[in-house]
């Protein structure tokens, strides 16, 4: 598995949801975050996709890219990536070469890790262990952005909360 301080495969090219050649290295210059998930359409992968989704555009506020990979076909990417509107990048690896490259091929299947590029093309963080639904929120606190999917309390309810402990067991006398 490639491991930050490693340089990210140069000589990968895949297919993408359109059915064009996309040429990895043809990124070189950019922080590209490079996802391998195992299959379109299942659970953890949708919900993956879509907080990548829903956080885009701040990640294109900071130039980076998203790219999705997976031994899915093209036929099934483009199902998924119009089914869910997902606006960025998705790999057909159907032969896993990029999985295997990367490290995310185990036991002959794809494995959910991802791999954050620098504009160097050096593998500056590497992620081998992935929740599905808290991994766009890692790699948002690791880039500095404030995730669009987080869920923030509602400060009238926090307030509430509050207000309802201090004035239940004040010990005070009402007047």
């Known amino acids: 598995m490639l491991k930050e301080g ?8 895949l297919l993408n949801q359109d059915g064009e050649l996309v040429t990895l290295a043809d990124y070189k210059g950019n922080k590209i975050v490079v996802y391998f998930y195992p299959k379109d359409n299942t659970p953890g992968c949708t919900t993956e996709a879509k907080n990548f989704r829903d956080s885009i555009k701040e990640y294109e506020e900071k130039g980076i890219i998203i790219i999705g990979i997976s031994a899915d076909s093209v036929k099934s990417h483009k199902k998924f990536q119009e089914r869910y509107n997902l606006p960025f990048i998705l790999l057909s690896d159907p032969k896993k070469e ?3 490259a990367f490290g995310a ?3 002959g299947s794809v ?4 791999w954050l590029i620098n504009e160097q093309w050096v593998i500056e963080k590497s992620f081998e262990t992935v929740s ?4 766009n929120e890692e790699l948002c606190t690791y880039y500095g ?5 987080m869920k923030l309390p509602c400060p009238r309810s926090t307030f509430n909360s509050l207000w309802s402990k201090w004035s239940s067991g004040c010990g005070c006398e009402s007047v």
């Open 105 to 107: 091929l185990e036991n």
């Open 6 to 13: 490693d340089k990210a495969p140069v000589n990968i090219s």
């Open 145 to 149: 952005i404030n995730p669009t999917n």
């Open 98 to 100: 990029a999985a295997k």
């Open 132 to 135: 599905a639904s808290k991994h």
């Open 111 to 114: 494995r959910r890790r991802t």
